[in-house]
């Protein structure tokens, strides 16, 4: 733990790339492989559900301490985080014993689930006393499960690749997709032997674009590029390998269950099968709002009736693999050839599942009696269509049509380009529309988390509704520094009560949010939800009478998708 404990004050201590890589690898190198396993768990992202309430940690923290619960509650104000306020009101003691960490989760956090109350109690007062202060932190964090560490996954990657001696692209490789906590897994990521941990799960590295800026023409040649629409779904990679089909998201998690005829379509294609795309909800011939998709989202079965009521497609745009070959090396251009020849033999010649045939598009199939699968019309299988317009002006008018055929905008990728790993500028970019944007009324606030667990950084806006302010939604990104400062004063200056950990403040401020869509919600108390909400700049030029209305918001509803 002591160990453990040191990385993550180096991981916080410093915004320096490189001392953080060199801070993972002496850990890497140096822990016992049961612990890194766990300390990769959950720099991962990966956590434990919680273990204790915030309730009994506030009341065994102000029990342990020998203050009243009245006090912790106030320091938990000013903190901002409840595990770091009761790290820092237990006494100063030093460690009695460096615990291993693996130890710490596998018998005593995890067991402390569904222990009783008192035996939990128990477990914890013992180990508060066997722990220092910022071994104490780090154990409050994971059994609150709000562990975080400001350090990206690229940078663990690093890290695990010097220590194991392979390129980076083959430990991200490693360190995508289906692994456990355990001594033997990590060690299976170490393996220095580059061929190791090709598991039939494996997904790839996703390659991401990078946002385009200036003009077009600064890209050169316009036969050096291949444009598309920027689809508005889920990234996923559809793999087929050794008898078995897995649907993996961009957000490193198997979503198998939640698109079953995604699944099952591609058994069309041949073993050792990876294909980089996008999951849509799809009517006729245009795509659904993502609003739609969500419904399929973290479902682990699949009605007839929502598969009827959210039809989805897998929306290919590459070729990742090829018969158990890796394709990424290869251009743009053969990936893409061999990838149009693949789905049209997977739209045209006979499936077999479970021993029965799954014909191709303009039939009806029934996929057997399975009670979570019905009858659909096609496989739901589509290509990204390749633009073709005559020069860099004629893509102007195609990107004004982006929302009207339910597109975020336009893709660009260099023919001659590899598949990579991450967000490598020069070779794909994407070039979005114009967000909507709308001013607001700030009208509450609460403390942020991390580094801004002292500041109120988390705000809710309103707009106006009959004559009254009507909250719309919560934004935290999009200040500057010193314009958090400047609010985080204002806050504190001008609150007109509290809720809980939420202080309402006097409707003054207004700001600009920029937003991706809107929809109605039940759930939303303005009846109206927007996607992606964030602060664009502060209106200090508006009032709050300024601010936009409910119903110019409910405008935007019939603004073509």
């Known amino acids: 733990m002591r160990r453990f404990t040191r990385l993550f004050v180096a991981l916080d201590e410093t915004n320096r790339t490189n001392e953080k890589v060199a801070a993972l690898e002496s850990y890497f ?27 009994a940690l506030r009341n065994w923290a102000a029990e342990a301490a020998g203050l009243p619960s009245w006090l912790v509650e106030e320091c938990h104000d000013a903190v901002g985080d409840l595990a770091e306020t009761a790290a820092l009101l237990l006494p100063d003691t030093p460690s009695t014993i460096d615990l291993p960490l693996h130890e710490l989760i596998e018998n005593r956090l995890l067991p402390m689930r569904d222990a009783p109350e008192t035996m939990r109690k128990e477990m914890l007062l013992r180990t508060w006393s066997e ?14 499960g709000s562990f975080r560490v400001g350090v990206a996954q690229t940078l663990v990657v690093r890290a695990l690749a010097s220590v194991a001696g392979v390129e980076q692209a083959i430990m991200a490789h490693r360190f995508t997709g289906r692994w456990q906590p355990t ?24 390659f991401l674009a990078s946002p385009l800026e200036g003009n077009l023409e600064a890209l050169g040649p316009l036969s050096d590029w291949q444009a598309e629409w920027k689809w508005d779904g889920i990234r996923a990679q559809l793999i087929r390998r050794q008898g078995e089909v897995l649907v993996w998201s961009r957000g490193d998690e198997m979503i ?19 294909l980089d795309g996008e999951i849509l909800a799809w009517q006729g011939e245009l795509p659904e709002p993502f609003s739609r998709l969500q419904r399929r989202l973290g479902r682990k ?11 989805v497609v897998f929306l290919a745009y590459d070729l990742l693999e ?6 990424r090396a290869r251009t743009l251009e053969e990936r893409r050839r061999q990838l149009e020849s693949a789905l049209d033999d997977a739209l045209h010649r006979p499936v077999e599942i479970a021993g029965k045939p799954l014909t191709a598009i303009g039939e009806t199939f029934d996929l057997f009696e399975l009670e979570h699968f019905s009858p659909i019309p096609a496989l739901p299988l589509r290509l990204s269509a390749v633009l073709t317009p005559d020069s860099w002006e004629s893509l102007l008018p195609m990107q004004h049509e982006s929302r ?12 001659s380009s590899p598949y990579g790993v991450g967000r490598q500028r020069g070779d794909w970019w994407k070039w979005k529309i114009d967000p909507f944007v709308m001013d607001a009324v700030l009208i509450n606030a609460q403390l942020g988390h991390g580094r801004r667990a002292s500041l109120y950084t ?39 009560d509290k809720f809980g950990p939420i202080r309402a403040v006097k409707p003054e401020l207004v700001f600009e949010l920029a937003f991706e869509a809107v929809q109605e919600s039940t759930r939303h108390k303005a009846g109206i939800a927007v996607r992606f909400p964030r602060m664009s700049r502060w209106r200090h030029d508006k009032k709050a009478a300024d601010a936009d209305t409910l119903e110019n918001l409910r405008a935007l509803l019939r603004v073509p998708r």
Request: neutral net charge.
């Open 29 to 55: 190198r140096e822990a016992n492989p049961r612990d890194a396993a766990w300390a990769l768990h959950f720099l991962s992202g990966r956590k434990l559900p919680r273990t204790v309430t915030s309730t």
């Open 131 to 144: 722990l220092d202060a910022k071994e104490r932190l780090v154990w409050n964090k994971l059994i609150t």
């Open 183 to 206: 001594a033997d897994d990590f060690n299976h990521i170490l393996n220095p032997n580059p061929e190791a941990g090709g598991e039939v799960a494996r997904p790839y590295p996703f």
């Open 256 to 274: 198998t269950e939640s698109f079953p005829e995604i699944a099952e379509a591609g058994r069309a294609f041949p073993d050792g099968t990876v």
């Open 301 to 311: 079965v699949v009605s007839r009736k929502m598969r009827g009521d959210v039809p």
């Open 322 to 327: 090829w018969k158990g070959e890796d394709w």
């Open 404 to 415: 009207v055929r339910g597109v975020e905008g336009i893709m660009f990728k260099r023919r």
């Open 458 to 496: 988390d705000y809710t806006f309103a707009i106006w509704h009959e004559n009254k302010l009507i909250p719309v939604a919560k934004a935290y990104s999009g200040l500057s520094d010193a314009e958090i400062l400047e609010v985080d004063a204002f806050v504190r200056a001008n609150t007109t």
